[in-house]
T-cell receptor, first 111, second 114 residues
């Protein structure tokens, strides 16, 4: 069974204080790893899809990286508007879209 | 605004009842996905429809069913409701059925079962 573990569960940063969120996974034959951002009371917002170890993607202050066992979401010089829950999901083999989600990391950035 | 609409926004009902949640995908999107998000289970994929046909099924209970209509809107039917069904239900849509497609999520329906 595919498993996804995100850490830390919660993270408080000062504005400008860079950090990383972790997503560890166990899946045979990873087809894709997804990162989403979710604001309170709203639906998740897609950020990145990573497909193979060594791949990196960037968007504004966010950078996602992937190894064979984990993914990191690096946040550089965060701003208060980056406060949200960040979700990670993995897509295993099988040809159908059946993702497994982690429980998320709740990020609060203080001004 | 993702372009995906869901109704109703809130739903309060009693155990044993049946409810229908509705989703309209973004214009041009053919795939619709349903998810359940609860505090103890996190976000769970329920089912996917592509152009009217079921494409993938996740952790969807037998008491739950869904369909996608010719105009591409989708409905999720929840029956014999239990307290544990209380959750946020999200619909998402994407252009095609490829797992690489970006999914756009709606604002969700908050279901409370009393």
């Amino acid at each position: 069974e595919d498993q996804v573990t995100q850490s830390p569960e919660a993270l408080r940063l000062q504005e400008g204080e860079s950090s990383s969120l972790n997503c560890s996974y166990t899946v045979s034959g990873l087809r894709g790893l997804f990162w989403y951002r979710q604001d309170p009371g709203k639906g998740p917002e897609f950020l990145f899809t990573l497909y193979s170890a060594g791949e990196e993607k960037e968007k504004e202050r966010l950078k996602a990286t992937l190894t064979k066992k984990e993914s990191f979401l690096h946040i550089t010089a965060p701003k208060p508007e980056d406060s949200a829950t960040y979700l990670c999901a993995v897509q295993g083999p099988g040809g159908s879209y059946i993702p497994t989600f982690g429980r998320g990391t709740s990020l609060i950035v203080h001004p | 605004d993702s372009g995906v609409t869901q109704t109703p926004k809130h739903l309060i009902t009693a155990t044993g009842q049946r409810v229908t949640l509705r989703c309209s995908p973004r214009s041009g999107d053919l795939s619709v996905y349903w998810y359940q998000q609860s505090l103890d289970q996190g976000l769970q994929f329920l089912i996917q429809y592509y152009n009217g046909e079921e494409r993938a099924k996740g952790n969807i209970l037998e008491r739950f069913s869904a369909q996608q209509f010719p105009d591409l809107h989708s409905e999720l039917n929840l029956s014999s409701l239990e307290l544990g069904d209380s959750a946020l239900y999200f619909c998402a849509s994407s252009l095609s059925s490829r797992e690489t497609d970006t999914q756009y999520f709606g604002p969700g329906t908050r279901l409370t079962v009393l």
